[in-house]
């Protein structure tokens, strides 16, 4: 017996509620616009500057002890939360983790560095056996480098994925694949402003990875449709796309399925310094998998695809219809 | 499709041989590594020890000895982006240049008339003031025999220096390719310098890049903080060693032409005003060695070359009983008084020094001063135990995830997903054994990226099932169906994998660190995970097929 995420030969409409789900996303994808204007990402230092101590202690300390040794210091904005990783029992790392995350005070080195240094010796005389796990501080000439090249990453990205596609496809596959990845592109910032999850260098790779994975998921429903509209040639549009979702779902399923366990294995147990990561990626795939079937595919619909491309074609519909150019 | 000539099998099984013998020393990371530790003494010329004899016979020298370099997040270790500011450089350049040109004109005397540099200059050019305005052409020129071509791809025929009129006086500034190839030559000492002087302070595998135009990254792993890499870095160290005009108690006191004013370390001492052109400077010196003084207080005992010997000497020896500086890095470490002519060309650097910099001290006296001063742009630091934490918690969460996609395939397609597990393990041991030969670093996004990689392996055959259940469905027999399955899946499997490979590369170029680290993992995975989907089961189930030669089967 085997195990069937889904029954073997389906066939639902999916363009049914077609008017339900595009809203449903809109308005998905207008609160995260909202909550990205209105409350803004929680940057980390890559993008803000200023610097970052993860402490540990041998026994717990609690954050209000953290601050009444730095309250004293006069160093400007801080802020202190314990690392809270359910996780860190089951892999035996628990080491009573603490961030402390301190603004940017200028932009001399000397006086960031110093900075440290006084903050490191408050807590060495205050904090028995503290230990440093990590010591992070970026300036804000370089912070400012590496949200550019951020953006700049994904955006470039998304065009070459939109010429690629492109070129293997139409114009219009291509318009669908990108509509649908701008979706997912939004949503995921939208989660990370709404949930004030820290927002950093390696998000923009979470992000990034979306990107693709999500492609993956359309291209792979666009492959069927191509070949569908070969072999079926005067269906129209809706069935064949409806068909070409339905026998490649079974597919979209079990693809998710092992990425998404893959990942919450590193979710759980990977750590708390990937947490944000790997949220952003499981986040990422379950939304680029939504967005290949309901936006993607009926953005396709809506824009129509010009039917006559292969009429000289006589082999379309046998077993070389998929080696095209 | 389903037919493999010979040597398409044997190329797959060679490939897959090779994968695990590249991916072996992974396996046993402590021991290969310390075998390429004593090896890389050995080269240095290092004599070897029974213990290095020992560590280098653990692993045989016949087997591959590449490793998956851990990125410092794992490994600990301190990581700082540094900016040199090369435009200092070039008011050094100018300043050098005064004595040429005065020199020059005061043989024109007659008809330049009087020379006379204007210290008011704005920074980034010389002036100079000609006593008769009427000869200035003459003066140009003659100050343009003193300018010399500059070697570059854009300005053809460009000089080093530009000279112009205004006025009265000239105006001697550096041309733009001149200031571009002495920011490049600035860029490599600097490299060449901190180098060295990691080298001397003895970490292992250091990574020192330039980036873009004028920054360095410096990496050190095992370092405990960045602070402690700073301090070795971060110094110009530049070491001179100037005559002393007077002591004032103020820095507003006037320094006079060709003076500057400059703090003591010491601050009971005040400011000392001294000549701006050393007598030697420190690149005249060839060691420098912790000492004690004959008080037994740490001190610096240096040696100059023959030139710095020569010229100490010859001022030692006029200037018995006056003062003479020890300047580092713009500030006066100890100013004694000369009390005999200094001819052997050593000596020794008094001040209030710890041991701890004094040995400093030597080590940067010995590298050499950095060209330009340094701004930290970045730095970061990881304590070993976090680095030890996240390996610890990547294995488990690699194997859990790898064992549940195991259990997975298996129980959605039986025998093909076992087939799909092997090449999935082979798909691991390739992208090791790739990472290891190319000397890829791994980081902690690295290990998110093999761990997406193992979702996302098994895509290309979950493609290729499906494809091979529905033409089953369709009533085609096992045979033709798997070989229909694969063909048709495989143009879906490229474009999927096209599209991923392409987001990877742009991560690859456009990430730093850690984010590179999972762009490498994840566009290696993808090349990897297609060649084990395509070839690697479809050879198993082909040999599978061969040998049972099933009448039905069930995918």
Redesign the interface.
């Known amino acids: 017996m085997r195990l069937k995420l889904v029954p073997t030969v389906t066939n639902i409409d999916f363009f049914k509620n077609a008017k339900l789900t595009i809203g449903f996303s809109a308005v998905l994808a207008v609160l995260s616009l909202v909550a990205f204007f209105a409350m803004g990402l929680n940057y980390g230092i890559d993008f803000r500057g200023g610097s970052v101590i993860r402490t540990s202690t041998p026994a717990p300390v609690t954050v209000s002890q953290y601050r009444d040794v730095l309250g004293g210091l006069g160093i400007g904005d801080f802020s202190v939360t314990a690392v809270v990783d359910p996780g860190a029992d089951l892999t035996s790392t628990n080491r009573h983790a603490v961030m402390i995350r301190v603004e940017q005070e200028s932009d001399d080195p000397e006086t960031q560095n110093d900075l440290i240094a006084d903050i490191k010796s408050a807590l060495d005389s205050e904090i028995s056996d503290i230990t440093y796990l990590q010591t992070d501080s970026v300036g804000a000439k370089v912070s400012g480098e590496l949200v550019q090249a951020g953006v700049i990453a994904v955006v470039l990205a998304v065009f070459a994925v939109l010429f690629y596609i492109w070129l293997r496809f139409e114009w219009q596959f291509s318009l669908g694949a990108v509509i649908a990845l701008v979706h997912d592109v939004t949503l995921t910032i939208g989660v990370f402003s709404l949930m004030q999850i820290e927002f950093n260098l390696s998000i923009i790779a979470a992000i990034l990875t979306i990107v693709g994975y999500s492609l993956n998921d359309t291209v792979v429903v666009f492959d069927r449709v191509r070949e569908n509209l070969r072999r079926f040639k005067v269906k129209p549009l809706g069935e064949i796309l409806n068909q070409s979702i339905n026998e490649t779902l079974s597919r979209t399923m079990m693809t998710s399925v092992t990425t998404l366990l893959a990942l919450i294995a590193l979710y759980v147990l990977g750590g708390d310094v990937i947490r944000g990561f790997t949220f952003a990626m499981i986040w990422g795939v379950i939304v680029g998998t939504y967005s290949s079937v309901f936006i993607a595919s009926p953005v396709l619909l809506r824009l129509g695809v010009k039917r006559d491309w292969d009429k000289d074609d006589g082999a379309a519909g046998t077993q070389y219809a998929n080696i095209d150019a | 499709m389903l037919h493999f000539p010979l040597w398409k099998k044997t190329l797959i099984w060679l490939i897959c041989l090779a994968g695990l013998v590249f991916a072996m020393p992974n396996a046993f990371y402590t021991t290969v590594e310390r075998h390429n530790d004593a090896l890389a003494e050995l080269e240095k010329g290092t004599l070897e020890t029974a213990e290095m004899a020992a560590d280098r016979a653990a692993w045989p020298d016949y087997l591959p000895a590449g490793l998956v370099n851990l990125g410092l997040?794992l490994r600990g270790g301190a990581h700082v982006?540094v900016?040199v500011n090369v435009a200092d450089v070039y008011q050094d350049r100018l300043d050098a240049m005064w004595p040429a040109v005065r020199d020059i004109l005061r043989e024109q005397k007659d008809t330049v008339g009087t020379v006379r540099q204007n210290a008011e200059a704005a920074e980034g050019e010389l002036r100079v003031r000609i006593g008769n305005e009427a000869a200035m052409d003459a003066a140009i020129a003659a100050v343009n025999t003193l300018t010399r071509p500059v070697v570059s791809l854009t300005g053809a025929g460009a000089r080093d220096f530009d000279v112009a009129a205004d006025g009265d006086e000239i105006v001697v500034t550096l041309s733009d390719a001149e200031k571009i190839a002495t920011d490049d030559r600035t860029m490599l000492q600097s490299l060449e310098i901190i180098r060295r002087r990691v080298d001397e302070a003895g970490t292992r595998e250091p990574t020192i890049q330039r980036q873009g135009a004028d920054r360095i990254l410096v990496q050190v792993p095992g370092i405990g903080?960045?602070?402690e890499l700073?301090t070795l870095i971060g110094r110009t160290a530049k070491l001179t060693f100037n005559e002393v005009v007077r002591q004032v108690a103020s820095p507003d006191e006037a320094p006079g032409l060709g003076n500057e004013i400059i703090p003591s370390v010491d601050e009971g001492e005040g400011y000392y005003i001294i000549k701006r052109a050393p007598v030697v400077g420190g690149d005249q010196l060839t060691d420098a060695q912790t000492d004690f003084d004959q008080n037994g207080n740490p001190a610096v005992s240096f040696r100059f070359n023959p030139t710095g010997a020569r010229l100490f000497g010859a001022h030692t020896s006029t200037n018995v009983g006056e003062l003479f500086a020890i300047v580092l890095d713009n500030e006066v470490i100890s100013a004694p008084r000369i009390q005999t002519a200094i001819l052997g060309g050593s000596g020794i650097i008094t001040g209030r020094f710890t041991i701890e910099e004094s040995t400093q001290l030597a080590i940067l006296l010995r590298a050499g001063a950095l060209p330009a001063e340094i701004?930290?742009?970045?730095?970061?630091?990881?304590?070993p135990?976090?680095g030890a934490?996240?390996i610890?918690?990547?294995k488990?969460?690699?194997v859990?995830?790898f064992v549940?996609?195991l259990v997975?395939?298996v129980?959605?397609?039986?025998l093909f997903g076992v087939f799909a597990n092997v090449a999935l393990m082979f798909n691991i041991v390739l992208l090791f054994a790739l990472l290891s030969i190319i000397g890829a670093t791994l980081t902690?996004?690295g290990?998110?990226g093999i761990?997406?990689t193992?979702?996302?392996a098994?895509?290309a055959n979950?493609?290729i099932f499906?494809r091979i259940?529905?033409e089953l469905?369709r009533g085609k027999g096992p045979a033709r169906a798997i070989e229909?399955g694969y063909?048709?899946a495989?143009?879906?499997i490229v474009?999927?994998?096209?599209?991923?490979?392409?987001?990877?590369s742009?991560?690859f170029a456009?990430?730093?660190?850690?984010?590179r680290g999972?762009?490498v993992t994840?566009g290696l995975g993808i090349v990897t995970s297609v060649f084990t989907a395509i070839w690697v089961t479809r050879l198993l189930v082909v040999i599978w097929l061969r040998a049972r030669k099933p009448k039905t089967i069930?995918v």
């Open positions: 997040d982006l900016e903080s960045a602070e700073l701004t930290v742009l970045e730095r970061r630091t990881v304590g135990e976090l934490d996240s610890a918690a990547g488990i969460a690699a859990v995830a549940g996609v997975f395939m129980l959605s397609y039986g902690l996004p290990i998110a761990v997406l193992l979702g996302m098994v895509d979950v493609l499906e259940r529905e469905r229909i063909e048709k495989t143009s879906a474009d999927a994998n096209v599209t991923t490979l392409i987001a990877a742009i991560l456009m990430g730093s660190g850690p984010v999972f762009a994840l069930e």
